[in-house]
Structures are given as C-alpha cells and as structure tokens.
C-alpha cells in the first residue's frame, strides 16, 4: 500500500515525534508532582532513560505509547499498512529494548512501573502510582 501522504510531508510528520516530554508524560509528571513526590527526569546514565526516577526510593516510571512500545491487545498498538516489513521489525526492536532495559534495571535493584498512554484515562491511575511509590 502507497503512503497517503508524500515523503515531504511524511518526514515532517515523523520530526514533530518526541521521545521526551510527551503529552501522556507530562500528564503523569502533572499527577505525581500534585500528589507530592519529587523525581528526575531522563537520567541518561541508567539503561533506557526511564521517564521519571524517584533515587531515595529506588523507583522508576516508564510512561510508554502504545504504539512505539507495541501495547499488546491495545487499538493504540497496530502496524501501519504500508511499509509493514520495517514497522514490524522496528517496534520489535522497540520491545526487545524494553525487555532488556527493565531487566537491567530490575537487576541493578530498582523496582519499575510502566504505565501506557491508554491507562492515563483511568480514573485510579494516582492511586496505582501512590501505591507503588510508598509500598
């Protein structure tokens, strides 16, 4: 299948997708920091530059996007029609990272959370991460 757009528009597209202070990111930073806890952000020296990381507690939140990470049983996380070799095989990729980055961390003794752009809807959500960061 043809792209519907062309490879100009495309790859403007593609330069406005953010790997940092995304909008489902921002909206877990805006809940945990109005619940009182106090985090880093994008530590570059920890494998996968978790999100937010909480040093005292030994904590980290993930906050990843359905697509980009392959949410499995999500709507969020479908393969594009055209292209879909390369799709395939980069959000593979994608997930194999993770695998590999939470198990290192976890190893290192760090307990993680990954929270998914379509759980931010859920009304409960400050509840999960309070229950998570002082357990």
């Known amino acids: 299948m043809v792209d519907s757009v062309s490879a100009v ?43 937010l990381v909480f040093p005292k507690r030994k904590k980290i939140i993930f906050v990843h996007g359905c697509f980009w990470h ?36 976890i190893e290192a003794g760090w307990e993680v959370l990954v929270l998914w752009e379509c759980q931010l809807r859920d009304p409960e959500l400050i509840k999960r991460i309070r229950t998570f960061l002082t357990k």
Request: aromatic share 6%; charged share 30%; proline share 5%.
């Open 9 to 51: 528009v495309r790859s403007q597209i593609m330069s406005r997708v953010r790997s940092k202070d995304t909008r489902p990111e921002m909206v877990v930073r805006r809940l945990v920091h109005g619940a009182g806890f106090r985090y880093r952000l994008h530590v570059a020296n920890l494998p996968g530059r978790p999100d």
């Open 70 to 105: 392959s949410h499995v049983g999500c709507g969020g996380a479908r393969v594009p029609k055209s292209r879909t070799d390369f799709w395939l095989e980069k959000l593979g990729s994608n997930k194999v990272r993770d695998e590999r980055n939470m198990q290192a961390l």
